[in-house]
């Protein structure tokens, strides 16, 4: 079937339609393998339903460790809090590696964007991560948390700009941004100025005040939000699962509280706070720009003689190694997007 091209694709946004879906649901905890599998089971449930497009929630594989101290207090660690962070790196994800190329295979099966939250490794620390994937299997890239919360800065490093894509796609502009960092006003605004229409919001949190915020960024973006949060009970998690949540195996240990929310800030899908659950929505693009039509925060409705704001996405490395006698200097790199499929000749 052949691709509409950029222009032919533009001019019939105020009708194209596009069905999405988040995932509700519970990894196989510290156990990447059969977590692979649930997501291949889970996403060709969302894609029999018609999902175009499937998000999965932060930090999915292979988990969230909510309650988890790793035994660290101010001036001190344990050698169990060690051995707990050992055993979430031993189920970790490398990207590149065999994990990305699984779930590319189930992204390709199924002929949908796959979007995903997963713990990242690369040397000996992790990354919250959002992995996202063409229906052709391709690994579009990546985006790492730039602003672990709390305690989450004991287990995760930071992310730097170099990873904060949007990706134009036939479906439209997708990009993510992880949990908390949607309070971050400046990245918001960053992400608006990219031109974000489909705006992953994997999270832990299932506060109340977690539903008003994505209602409220969707007004503000004028963009399709899709939030997606792990459900799950004790018994999810390992038998020595040393946290605060005891062990009762029917305690709920994160209630949910996914949704879809269309540029006006209205609920098309939940928020579900039940049980485990593929929440689906069909969006009509063209409801975008009908917002703008008041609303362009990073147009019309900016101020950017008063307002400016300057994002270095350029990556920061640690350690810079130069032979020879040539140094080799980095030029910043200027995006506002990327193309997931090639644009064509016109």
Sequence with gaps: M????HKEREAT???????????????????????LEKVRALARDAARQGAQ????????????????????????????????????WES????????????????????????????EREGGTLYCSVLFFAPNGNFLGKHRKIMPTGSERLVWGFGDGSTIP???????????????????????AAMYAKGVEIYCAPTADSRDSWSASMRHIAVEGRCFVLSCNQFNRRRD????????????????????????????????????????????????????IRGKYDLDVVGHYARPDIFQLHVDERPKRP???????????????????????????K
């Design 166 to 188: 949007v990706f134009d796609t036939p479906l439209g502009k997708v990009g993510a941004v992880i949990c908390w960092e949607n309070y971050l006003p400046l990245m918001r």
């Design 92 to 119: 970790s994800v490398d990207v590149p590696g065999p994990a990305v190329e699984e779930l590319g295979r189930t992204a390709r099966s199924n002929s949908i964007y796959l979007v995903i939250g997963v713990v």
């Design 237 to 288: 998690f390992p038998g020595d699962y040393d946290s605060v949540y005891g062990t009762d195996p029917e305690a709920v240990v994160t209630r949910g509280g996914s949704c879809i929310v269309d540029p006006f800030g209205i609920f098309l899908a939940g928020p579900n706070m039940d049980d485990e659950v593929i929440l689906t929505a069909e969006i009509d693009r063209g409801q975008i």
């Design 319 to 345: 350690v810079t190694t130069h032979s020879g006698d040539t140094i080799g200097e980095e030029e910043p790199v200027i995006r506002t997007s990327r193309r997931a499929v090639p644009r064509e000749d």
């Design 13 to 35: 946004t105020g009708t194209q339609r596009v069905k999405v879906a988040v995932v509700q649901a519970a990894p196989v905890v510290f156990n990447r393998k059969h977590t």
């Design 2 to 5: 052949k691709r509409a091209g």
């Design 53 to 88: 497009l499937v998000l999965f929630p932060e930090a999915f594989i292979s988990a969230y460790p909510r309650g988890l101290d790793f035994g660290a207090v101010v001036g001190s660690r344990s050698e169990k809090g060690r051995e707990d962070f050992r055993r979430y």
